[in-house]
């Protein structure tokens, strides 16, 4: 079992920027890779960004490339956040897909990944 927890997530105004935190624990030798989604209310968990847990190889959305940038420091991947605005809000989640990934293949879909954080809110104020 892979255990998540995010954190982060706070009201930041426009044009501003954050750092959201999720820390893995439990076996992370089985991770092959950590995934950003964010979900708004009524819509479903759309992807974001993820990378890959031995290389740290990064997958974007196109729409947030420029903007978002993820990493990794031992067993916490970390989301750099800038230019945020207010349909940026969201609850942001990280997940961790432990099943065995092909090359370079982008794991997109939340039934892609095996474990979820509990997610951290994220508040954009105009």
């Known amino acids: 079992q892979v255990q998540l927890a995010e954190s982060g997530g706070r009201l930041v105004q426009a044009g501003g920027s954050l750092r959201l935190s999720c820390a893995a624990s439990?076996?992370?030798?089985?991770?092959?890779?950590v995934g950003w989604f964010r979900q708004v209310p009524g819509k479903d968990r759309e992807f974001v960004v993820s990378?890959?847990?031995?290389?740290?190889r990064e997958s974007y959305e196109d729409s947030v490339i420029g903007r978002l940038t993820i990493s990794r420091d031992n067993a916490t991947v970390y989301l750099q956040m800038s230019s945020l605005k207010p349909e940026h809000a969201a609850v942001y989640y990280c997940a961790a897909r432990s099943r065995p990934t092909m090359g370079s293949f982008v794991y997109r879909s939340p039934h892609d990944y095996d474990f979820w954080g509990q997610g951290t809110q994220v508040t954009v104020s105009s």
């Open positions: 990378i890959s847990w031995a290389v740290s």
């Open positions: 439990g076996r992370i030798d089985t991770i092959q890779r």
